[in-house]
Nanobody, 122 residues
Framework: QVQLVESGGGLVQAGGSLRLSCAAS????????MSWFRQAPGKEREFVSC??????YYTESVKGRFTISRDNAKNTVYLQMNNLKPEDTAVYYC?????????????????WGQGTSVTVSP
């Protein structure tokens, strides 16, 4: 049984920072890709960032502002979000995959967290 538990969301003013955490339990190991997706109100879920065997991937709109990292000892992936903008407002989801080639596609992931809400005020 795999569980992904996100934390760290909240309300922040534009220009502020938040760090999201996603703790994995069960059969998720350092070789399994882990990623962050987000879903804004009225929009489809979109890819944000991926950690895959030390390779990092970002959607264009967050490059230079967000940083993904992973602590394999804690089986936890983080998303440091700096210089937040109102358009970053969304529910952020952590995902893990047994497909070792998974990167940006939501259909590549078979485990999902419950989501953590991020609201950025102007």
């Amino acid at each position: 049984q795999v569980q992904l538990v996100e934390s760290g969301g909240g309300l922040v003013q534009a220009g502020g920072s938040l760090r999201l955490s996603c703790a994995a339990s069960g059969r998720i190991f350092s070789i399994n890709p882990m990623s962050w997706f987000r879903q804004a109100p009225g929009k489809e879920r979109e890819f944000v960032s991926c950690w895959n065997s030390g390779n990092l991937y970002y959607t264009e709109s967050v490059k230079g502002r967000f940083t993904i990292s992973r602590d394999n000892a804690k089986n936890t992936v983080y998303l440091q979000m700096n210089n937040l903008k109102p358009e970053d407002t969304a529910v952020y989801y952590c995902a893990a995959s047994t497909n070792l080639r998974a990167t940006r596609g939501s259909d590549e992931y078979n485990y999902w967290g419950q989501g953590t809400s991020v609201t950025v005020s102007p």
